[in-house]
C-alpha cells in the first residue's frame, strides 16, 4: 500500500516548514504585516469583498483561501480521499465558527497568524498563544468528559463539491471584476484602497501558493489546534512539530528578508492589551478545540468533503461580518467597542456546547 | 475474538480517545478499530503504537478503513 510521506514526521515538518517560508515571502511581496497568511483576516477579507460588513479597510477576496481549498480538495482526489460527509451537529459548528472568528478578530489573527507574528517578532503573539492554548486545554477537558458533536453521514459526491465550487466561484467572480485602480468597488466586489485589505501579493502568485499549501496540508494533516490538542490529551507532539517548524522557517526567513521588528507596541495590525489577546484567543482556541480543527484545517477538510468543516467555514465568515458591523473586532487602538462582551458571551456559548453535547453511549 | 471499536463516522479526536480508552480497559489483546478517514486511520495506528500495541492489519471497504490492532 501507498506509504503516506506527508503523514510522517518529516513530512509535516516539512509542510509547516513551507508554510512558513510561503507566508513571509507573501509578506513581502504585498501581503499586510505579520499576515502573510492569516486565516481568520483573510475569511474576513472575503467577507467584506462580498459585502457582508463594510469596513472599508478590510474588503479583498484573498485568494490564498480559495486555493487552500481547492488544493485540498486536488489532493483528495489524487489520493482516493474524497469522503463526501455531513451531519454532524452542523448548527453547533455553524456556531462555533461564528465565535471562533469573533475571538480571533478580537486578538487579530487566527492560530496561523499568531505564530507569524510571533516569528515577526511581536511579542503581544505570546499572549495569544497562551489564551489559544488555554481554550484548547479547555476543550481537552470537555473532550475527556465524553464531549461529541456525533457521527457524520455519508453523502452526495456533488454535496462534497459545494465549497470548492464555492470558492471557484469567488475567484470567477474576482476574474469578472477585477480590482480597479483607486476605486473601492469593481462591480459586485468590494476591494480596500486603504489598510490591511489593499495590501496584497498578486493574484497569481497568492492563488499559486494557496493551492500549494492546500495540497501539503490536506496530505499531512496539518493543524495547530491539534498540535496543541494532542499534546494535551495524548502527550504526542506529532502535528506540534509541524506548528514547531512554521515558526522557525518563517523567522528565518523574516530575519533575511528584514521582516523581524521585535517589540510589543505599534506593531502591524495588532494591539497590545494583553489581557484581551489572552481572552479572545481563549475563546477561539476552545471553539477550535470543540470543533475539531483550527480554520485552516477546517478549509482543507472542506475541501476533501467535510461539509461540516464547510459549514464552520461559513460560521467565520458571518461571524467577520457580525465582527466589523457590531464593533466586536479589535483595530491597533485597542479592542472594539463591544468586543469584550461578544467574547464573554462567545466563552458562555461554547461552555454551553460543551457541557450539553455528550455522547449518549459512553 | 477481538473487541470492536466503532468509530466510523466521527472525527478526530473521537476514534483515537475510543481506541485509547479500550486499549487502558483491556490491557492487551485483539481490537478491531472502524474508521472512515485516511486521517483517522493514521491516527489510530499512530497512537496504538505509541501504546506499544501493533498494527497488524488494515482492510479498505466501502465506508472506510478496519484497522486490526494487536498486544
Known sequence: ?362 | MSVIVDASGLSCPQPVILTLNKINELKKGEIKVLVDTDTSKENVSRAAESQGWKVTDIQSNLTGYEITIKK
Open chain 1, 1 to 362: 500500500m501507498f506509504k503516506n510521506f506527508f503523514a510522517t514526521r518529516w513530512g509535516i515538518i516539512g509542510v509547516g516548514g513551507i508554510i512558513g517560508v510561503f507566508a513571509a515571502l507573501l509578506q513581502k511581496l504585498g501581503n499586510p504585516g505579520n499576515m502573510g497568511i492569516c486565516v481568520a483576516c483573510f475569511e474576513r477579507d472575503i467577507a467584506g469583498a462580498v459585502g457582508l460588513h463594510s469596513a472599508a479597510v478590510v474588503q479583498y477576496m484573498r485568494p490564498e483561501i480559495i486555493g487552500f481549498v481547492l488544493g485540498s480538495f486536488a489532493a483528495a482526489y489524487i489520493f482516493k480521499e474524497f469522503r463526501p460527509r455531513s451531519g454532524s451537529a452542523p448548527i453547533a459548528r455553524f456556531t462555533l465558527g461564528i465565535f471562533a472568528m469573533i475571538g480571533a478578530l478580537v486578538f487579530l489573527g487566527c492560530p496561523w497568524r499568531a505564530l507569524l507574528r510571533l516569528a515577526g517578532g511581536d511579542g503581544n503573539a505570546i499572549t495569544g498563544l497562551l489564551g489559544l492554548a488555554c481554550g484548547v486545554w479547555i476543550g481537552t477537558l470537555f473532550l475527556k468528559q465524553g464531549y461529541n458533536l456525533g457521527k457524520t453521514n455519508t453523502t452526495h459526491a456533488s454535496a462534497g463539491w459545494i465549497m470548492p465550487l464555492m470558492m471557484l466561484g469567488f475567484l470567477v467572480l474576482m476574474l469578472i471584476f477585477p480590482q480597479i485602480d483607486g476605486e473601492n468597488k469593481s462591480g459586485i466586489l468590494f476591494y480596500s484602497t486603504k489598510g490591511p485589505g489593499a495590501m496584497h501579493a498578486p493574484l497569481f502568485i497568492s492563488i499559486l501558493v494557496g493551492i500549494v499549501i492546500g495540497f501539503g496540508a490536506q496530505r499531512s494533516r496539518f493543524c495547530t489546534m491539534g498540535a496543541l490538542r494532542d499534546l494535551f490529551l495524548f502527550r504526542q507532539i506529532h502535528l506540534l512539530s509541524g506548528v514547531i517548524a512554521l515558526v522557525i522557517s518563517a523567522f528565518v526567513v523574516n530575519l533575511i528578508l528584514g521582516q523581524f521588528n521585535p517589540g510589543f507596541a505599534g506593531q502591524p495590525v495588532a494591539h497590545n492589551m494583553s489581557i484581551w489577546n489572552f481572552a479572545g484567543m481563549t475563546l477561539a482556541g476552545l471553539a477550535f478545540a470543540l470543533a475539531g480543527g483550527c480554520p485552516g484545517r477546517q478549509l482543507f477538510l472542506a475541501g476533501e468533503g467535510d461539509g461540516d468543516a464547510a459549514i464552520f467555514v461559513l460560521g467565520m465568515i458571518i461571524g467577520a461580518a457580525f465582527a466589523h458591523n457590531f464593533g466586536l473586532a479589535s483595530s491597533p487602538a485597542g479592542v472594539g467597542p463591544h468586543g469584550i462582551a461578544a467574547v464573554v458571551i462567545g466563552i458562555i456559548v461554547c461552555l454551553f456546547i460543551g457541557f450539553t453535547m455528550r455522547n449518549k453511549t459512553t
